[in-house]
């Protein structure tokens, strides 16, 4: 799938991810031959034989039975309220936003559950452009992912280097010598801390690509024997007498060195810190007001954390909650903190000593040692951290405070105000173990959870199956198109990025009550228990498409050959994702269209061209699919080239099963990269929960 540079910010407005464009506006400006004749046909099937027109009733039984809209609705009032409609009009209402098959989020968003009673969308480690090894750290990476509607990012932090915070207006060639050696060596000296980092399985997988020979200096001339070479035989550099290793001296225009962002021990490019804070002030709350949570992995020492705080303190002044005068006893709700930035950071009580050692698991050791059965490194083991966090740091996490995971039952797994951040993994062995608990700590408090450091080329986990376990921030990878980017566009399309959980999803709620002696108090309300599952039949009819994007590579309609693959992601009814053990008789909804476990696909015949005409093919999607959680199941339709080997991915579009319209719709496409596209398909959308 597709790994993308970010886009420049009036371009991210445009592209999918969680949270824009599907509030957007969609209209169709021009109608093919293709499609054109669908909609003639399906005007004519609901006028009146005697002067082929469509009157009030005709209309009205269209939006009831054939679209499933009721007449009130805002976007079929306009063409509800008339005594007739001609082809024209017809037209008009099918090109229309009315007739998009994602129907549009609640006008009136409830945010007065507190924030554990939502999913957030999240991005993991949001400064990369790329790969987790050797791509470009960027802060335009953050403009990216906010102005599509992210509403947490990830911030690396480590000590900044002395040679950053330099200049000179010397122009002494030995000068800029002794710079780039030392920045030579430092930068092989981080090539070898990484390789020796490396599982001996992964490195040698690694070895024969050309990732690896970055990794590795094998294959490539590394700085590090260039410079041996310079120095000759006799350890001193050419022309010179034994003299020792230059060293860099001070400059005296030399500012106050700063901390920086980057991917630790790894190859990665940094950016500075104070960067990456002003990219999002700039970029914050300018496509949605909802609180934006920053998630620091701080591996800086006290005086660059110092720094740290004053650099926020600069930039986010006004941003930044003020400290509450006592613990809170319930999460706010997220109403309660528009435009506010909520620091997630590791928490520090009031009387901690810096001198105690903080650990922090194997997990987030990258890439992932654990997977290496040679590797001395288990889940079990903890890794000391060098820097531990400083007061004034953490108290900046006013209602996230970071807290290391050891097990459900330790005492802060009650704090209300603390947050679990583990990787797929560890949520994982988690639920393996005590399934049900994690589900109920999660409806009370906050979680997040981010891929395996396995994954070096940023593919995603599957975010459906984390959002069952009532995981709030699922953290991704942005930059990285593929089938979990996708259902994170599904379920937070148009929303600012934040989405009320389904009953028996949620936490209490507390409420204002008046007590006996007529004073005011909170008071929890408790959750609803039940969760509301359905059984679902789905057959989608594709009638035509047209303006289809071609895939990369492909510059040719005529040599285009697209057909439809329609996909349904569901999970098994909740009782069963709380068995930790799977057996074939616990699994329910066998179908010959099963690909796997809560997943269903069918397929079009191939066509030809960017405007093809698939001669309203009927695929059964799902039929009598039981335990279905509408809010937590998603329909996917992709757009595929048919090739020999592997068929390149063409456009796409993914929605949420509780916001698929019914009847007669268009599928406004994406292309590869998320960018809204002019494709469109015209289908018919058959869909029933019982």
């Known amino acids: 799938m597709a790994e993308t540079?970010?886009?420049?910010?009036?371009?991210?407005?445009?592209?999918?991810?969680?949270?824009?464009?599907?509030?957007?506006?969609?209209?169709?400006?021009?109608?093919?031959?293709?499609?054109?004749?669908?909609?003639?046909?399906?005007?004519?099937?609901?006028?009146?034989?005697?002067?082929?027109?469509?009157?009030k009733d005709s209309i009205i039984e269209f939006l009831h039975h054939s679209q499933a809209d009721k007449v009130t609705d805002p976007s079929s009032a306009h063409i509800a309220a008339r005594d007739g409609l001609d082809f024209a009009g017809f037209l008009q209402y099918m090109t229309s936003s009315a007739a998009n098959v994602l129907a549009p989020p609640p006008e009136t968003q409830d945010l007065s559950w507190p924030l554990a009673s939502y999913f957030i969308s999240s991005s993991?480690?949001?400064?990369?452009?790329?790969?987790?090894?050797?791509?470009?750290?960027?802060?335009?990476?953050?403009?990216?992912v906010l102005l599509r509607g992210c509403r947490c990012?990830?911030?690396?932090?480590?000590?900044?280097?002395?040679?950053?915070?330099?200049?000179?207006?010397?122009?002494?060639?030995?000068?800029?010598?002794?710079?780039?050696?030392?920045?030579?060596?430092?930068?092989?000296?981080?090539?070898?801390?990484?390789?020796?980092?490396?599982?001996?399985?992964?490195?040698?997988?690694?070895?024969?690509?050309?990732?690896?020979?970055?990794i590795t200096g094998k294959g490539a001339t590394e700085a590090g024997t260039t410079i041996e070479t310079k120095r000759g035989e006799g350890g001193a550099a050419a022309g010179t007498t034994g003299t020792p290793p230059l060293k860099k001296s001070p400059s005296p225009q030399a500012a106050a060195v700063e901390p920086r962002v980057l991917h630790g021990y790894t190859l990665t490019k940094e950016v500075s810190f104070r960067e990456v804070c002003r990219a999002i002030r700039e970029s914050a709350f300018v496509v949605s007001d909802l609180p934006l949570i920053i998630s620091l992995e701080v591996h800086c020492c006290q005086q660059q954390q110092e720094a740290m705080v004053r650099i926020i303190n600069e930039v986010w002044a006004d941003l930044l909650l003020p400290q509450p005068d006592d613990d809170a006893k319930f999460l706010p709700a997220p109403g309660d903190l528009r435009r506010k930035i909520l620091v997630k950071v590791k928490y520090v009580p009031p009387d901690h000593h810096v001198s105690s050692a903080d650990e922090e698991s194997a997990d987030r050791l990258p890439p992932d040692a654990k997977a290496d059965p040679n590797s001395k490194t288990t889940t079990q083991q903890k890794v000391k951290k060098a820097s531990k966090i400083i007061q004034a740091l953490s108290a900046l996490g006013v209602y996230t405070k970071g807290v290391s995971f050891k097990s459900l039952s330790q005492p802060e797994a009650k704090m209300p105000t603390h947050i679990f951040s583990l990787s797929e993994g560890g949520v994982a062995e988690v639920h393996e173990n005590e399934a049900a608990r994690l589900f109920e700590h999660n409806r009370e408090y906050l979680m997040r959870t981010y891929p395996s450091g396995m994954r070096i080329g940023s593919s995603n986990l599957d975010p459906l199956a984390f959002w069952r376990k009532g995981i709030q921030i699922v953290a991704l990878n942005w930059q990285k198109w593929d089938e979990g980017m996708m259902l994170n566009e599904g379920m937070f399309a148009g929303t600012g990025g934040y989405v009320l959980k389904p009953e028996g999803y949620r936490g209490r709620k507390p409420v204002v009550v008046e007590s006996e002696d007529g004073k005011e108090k909170v008071a929890p309300v408790p959750p609803a228990e039940t969760i509301l599952h359905q059984t679902l039949d789905l057959s989608i009819t594709v009638m035509a498409a047209q303006d289809i994007p071609l895939p990369d590579d492909d510059d040719k309609a005529s040599g285009f050959k697209p057909y439809v693959k329609v996909e349904l992601h569901t999970e098994p009814p909740h009782e069963e994702h709380l068995s930790a053990t799977r057996t074939p008789s616990n699994m329910t909804g066998k179908s010959s269209t099963r690909a796997k476990e809560g997943e269903y696909k069918a397929r079009t015949k191939t066509q030809r061209g960017v405007d093809p005409d698939f001669k309203s093919e009927t695929l059964a999607v799902a039929k009598g699919i039981p335990g279905v959680v509408p809010e937590l199941a998603f329909v996917r339709f992709l757009v595929k080239d048919d090739e020999i080997g592997r068929d390149d991915l063409a456009a796409w579009a993914c929605v949420r099963l509780d916001r698929l319209r019914s009847g007669y719709r268009f599928v406004h496409l994406l292309d590869r990269e998320g960018r809204e596209s002019a494709g469109v398909i015209l289908v018919k959308v058959d869909k029933k929960l019982t």
């Open 5 to 55: 540079e970010p886009l420049p910010p009036n371009e991210s407005l445009h592209q999918a991810g969680g949270g824009q464009p599907g509030a957007e506006d969609r209209t169709i400006k021009e109608v093919k031959p293709s499609t054109l004749k669908y909609l003639e046909q399906i005007y004519a099937a609901h006028a009146l034989p005697t002067d082929k027109q469509w009157h």
């Open 124 to 144: 993991h480690n949001t400064y990369l452009t790329g790969n987790q090894l050797n791509s470009d750290s960027d802060a335009d990476a953050y403009r990216n």
């Open 153 to 214: 990012v990830e911030i690396d932090v480590w000590d900044g280097d002395d040679s950053d915070a330099e200049t000179s207006s010397s122009s002494d060639s030995s000068e800029d010598e002794a710079a780039k050696e030392i920045k030579a060596l430092r930068k092989a000296s981080r090539r070898e801390k990484l390789a020796s980092k490396l599982p001996g399985s992964l490195a040698s997988r690694l070895e024969k690509t050309s990732l690896g020979k970055k």
